[in-house]
C-alpha cells in the first residue's frame, strides 16, 4: 500500500504562495487528488487527477508532480485558503482497490 | 444533487456495538463506489472500509474483522457496522461516494459526519 508523507503545517503570508507537498510512495500511481478541509467541516476535493480544478475552486489552485513528490500549490493567498490540505491516491497494489490519504498539512495565514 | 446524511453516532463503552447509516439522496449507492472515512479528533483522514458497486468489501487492517460495510439499495442506504468498538475507534465517521476516472479513483461528495465516542 501507498504510504504518503505531508509536512505537519504551511504558514505564508497573505498574497504569498503556498506549496505543499505530498511525497513518499506515489510512483506509479495514476493520480493525485486534493482536498481542503475547514474546520467543523467535511473535506472537499480541490484537484483532481493531478492538476483538474473542482468546480469552483479558483485558478490560483494548482498542482505539480515531480519524480517522487506531487505538490499543491496556492497563488496569492487569502485568509479564506486557512484550512487542512489532504492528498490521496488510489491504491491498486493490495488485493482490493482503495484511497490513501496523506497525513494533512495544516495551512496558516500569517 | 447529490446529498448525504450520516446518522447513528453516539457515546458508547468499549467491547460495544454501533451502527452508522449513511441515507443517500441524487444519485443510486449500488452503482458507485462508497467508503467510509473517518478523522480522530485532531487527528487526519483514514479510510476505513469500501463497498464496491459490484458488491465487493475491503477494510483497513485497523477495523477489519471488527466492522462491515453493507447497504440497501430499495432506501439507498449505506450502512457501517462497527463491533467490539475500541477507545481509538473514536472518530467522526463520513461516507463519501467515489468518481473514478483514468484509472484512479477520488471521494467527490461526502456526508457531514456522525461522531462516535467510546469510552467507559
Known amino acids: 500500500s501507498h504510504v504518503l508523507t505531508q509536512p505537519p503545517s504551511v504558514s505564508v503570508a497573505p498574497g504569498q504562495t503556498a506549496r505543499i507537498s505530498c511525497g513518499g510512495d506515489?510512483?506509479?500511481?495514476?493520480?493525485v487528488h486534493w482536498y481542503r478541509q475547514r474546520p467543523g467541516q467535511a473535506p472537499v476535493v480541490v484537484i483532481s487527477s493531478y492538476n483538474d480544478r473542482a468546480s469552483g475552486i479558483p485558478e490560483r489552485f494548482s498542482a505539480s508532480y515531480s519524480g517522487n513528490t506531487a505538490t499543491l500549490t496556492i497563488s496569492g493567498v487569502e485568509a479564506g485558503d486557512e484550512a487542512d490540505y489532504y492528498c490521496q491516491v488510489w491504491n491498486t497494489r493490495g488485493a482490493v482497490d482503495h484511497p490513501v490519504f496523506g497525513g494533512g498539512t495544516k495551512l496558516t495565514v500569517l | 444533487e447529490a446529498q448525504l446524511v450520516e446518522s447513528g453516532g453516539g457515546l458508547i463503552q468499549p467491547g460495544q456495538s454501533l451502527r452508522l447509516s449513511c441515507e443517500v439522496s441524487?444519485?443510486?449507492?449500488?452503482?458507485?463506489?462508497m467508503s467510509w472515512v473517518r478523522q480522530a479528533p485532531g487527528k487526519g483522514l483514514e479510510w476505513v472500509s469500501i463497498l464496491y458497486s459490484g458488491g465487493t468489501t475491503f477494510y483497513a487492517d485497523s477495523v477489519r474483522g471488527r466492522f462491515a460495510v453493507s447497504r440497501d439499495n430499495s432506501k439507498n442506504t449505506l450502512y457501517l457496522q462497527m463491533e467490539n468498538l475500541k477507545v481509538e475507534d473514536t472518530a467522526t465517521y463520513y461516507c463519501?461516494?467515489?468518481?473514478?476516472?483514468?484509472?484512479?479513483?477520488?471521494?467527490?461528495?461526502w456526508g457531514q459526519g456522525t461522531l462516535v465516542s467510546v469510552s467507559s
Open positions: 506515489i510512483i506509479g500511481s495514476p493520480s
Open positions: 441524487g444519485f443510486i449507492i449500488s452503482d458507485n463506489y
Open positions: 463519501a461516494s467515489h468518481y473514478c476516472t483514468g484509472g484512479s479513483c477520488y471521494l467527490d461528495d
